[in-house]
């Protein structure tokens, strides 16, 4: 494997690092405090293709690697995850999932103004009591005539309120288990389709995330993604994927938090002598520097293995796994070489702290990433 990024490669890591540091650090604590959606910013990631990338440029994407998508995912991060999670389920969840089993009706139709940016999309698997476990699916669909009867509620989805179009996960054949679960493409404006409130969260608060509730929604046949019952493999392949955009995330949020608690390290002082220079403080600023870098050959991997054409599941459950523990590591050690700085809104790493809890949390816990790790061990 060649380490060595091309151009093309830097090029992304630079205007996401322009982009991070122009758009998103402006204002990025008030709408963390006030769990304000970064609708402007989010508007010009898509304006630049940040929420194409990976799209072939025929459905009016970016044609890029995967590998440029997670450099990008981790620049983001390292300000404002609300933001980069919008990123992340435009990207992995719902662009990539149309363009791999979508119609070419549907690409032309859906797939093209999410892949510019014109609109977002929502992945929506969680429910009240389906979280970690997909298959007990009880939104339902029932077949009438020419379309669906779509009933039931969702859970925790990112961009809820926000997003313009919807891949809903639902049970069309309940006797079925999870061999009856299909998945439809439905759009906000449909009569009885509601958003409910806003979740009021620990960490990435600016993230849009609501439950949405379905009653009696005609979703039309030529909206459902592949054959009934293709439902369960779509949500597991396109998690496979999400999980290298949350490892890029936690990443981001690990290296963030790294790069302020470096630079304070370098101006603040005690016992007369910047605190850098303090054999405790060097040893945690070593700790974080090992832990960043292993995670993110770990995600570089990952992209790669998917570019190669190759099973990712392992390598994205493994990426997942550690890059999310040690956004949890990263961020407590940040706070306490700020010491009392560090728990301030002002100094900025106190949120990040709180960001990365969730990046152990969606697409599948820590547990959920040990079970698709051993299973391919074991297999």
């Not at 389709?193 to 009021?200: L, P, Q, S």
């Not at 002598?273 to 770990?298: G, V, Y």
């Not at 990263?330 to 969730?358: C, F, N, P, S, W």
Request: glycine share 10%; charged share 25%.
């Amino acid at each position: 494997m060649n380490f060595q990024l091309t151009e093309e490669h830097l090029a992304v890591k630079e205007a996401a690092k322009e982009f991070t540091q122009t758009e998103l650090l402006p204002g990025v604590i008030e709408r963390d405090t006030h769990a304000i959606f970064p609708k402007e910013q989010v508007k010009k990631m898509g304006e630049l293709g940040f929420l194409g990338m990976m799209v072939d440029p025929k459905y009016h994407g970016g044609g890029m690697d995967t590998l440029s998508y997670v450099i990008a995912m981790e620049e983001l991060s390292k300000v404002d995850a609300s933001a980069s999670v919008a990123m992340s389920v435009n990207n992995s969840l719902v662009c990539w999932g149309l363009e791999k089993y979508g119609t070419e009706e549907q690409k032309e139709k859906y797939l093209k103004p999410l892949a510019a940016g014109e609109v977002l999309g929502a992945f929506c698997l969680s429910e009240p009591e389906a979280g970690s476990d997909a298959t007990s699916q009880r939104t339902e669909a029932v077949l009438n005539g020419d379309h669906y009867l779509l009933n039931g509620t969702k859970n925790w989805i990112t961009n809820g309120s926000s997003a313009s179009i919807y891949l809903v996960i639902a049970q069309t054949h309940p006797e079925l288990g999870h061999k009856g679960i299909s998945v439809f493409i439905v759009e906000k404006n449909w009569e009885g389709f509601v958003v409910g409130k806003k979740e009021d969260k620990l960490g990435i608060r600016g993230s849009d995330t609501h439950s949405l509730m379905f009653s009696d929604v005609k979703v039309p046949l030529e909206n459902r993604i592949g054959e009934e019952g293709f439902g369960f493999t779509f949500a597991m392949e396109t998690l496979n994927g999400g999980r290298i955009g949350i490892a890029a995330q936690a990443l981001g949020i690990a290296a963030g938090a790294y790069e302020l608690a470096l630079a304070y390290s370098k101006e603040r002082k005690a016992f007369g002598k910047p605190i850098s220079q303090h054999q405790a403080i060097q040893f945690k600023l070593a700790d974080m520097a090992t832990q960043i870098e292993a995670a993110r050959l770990l995600v570089y991997k990952a992209a790669w293995t998917k570019d190669q054409g190759e099973d990712y599941s392992q390598a994205s459950a493994i990426a997942k796994l550690y890059a999310s523990q040690v956004a949890m590591d990263v961020t407590v050690e940040a706070i306490q070489i700020h010491g009392g700085y560090g728990y301030v809104k002002e100094y900025h790493v106190e949120r990040l702290m709180r960001d990365a809890k969730i990046t152990q949390i969606y697409e599948g816990t820590s547990e959920i990433q040990k079970i698709v790790i051993s299973r391919g061990i074991l297999r």
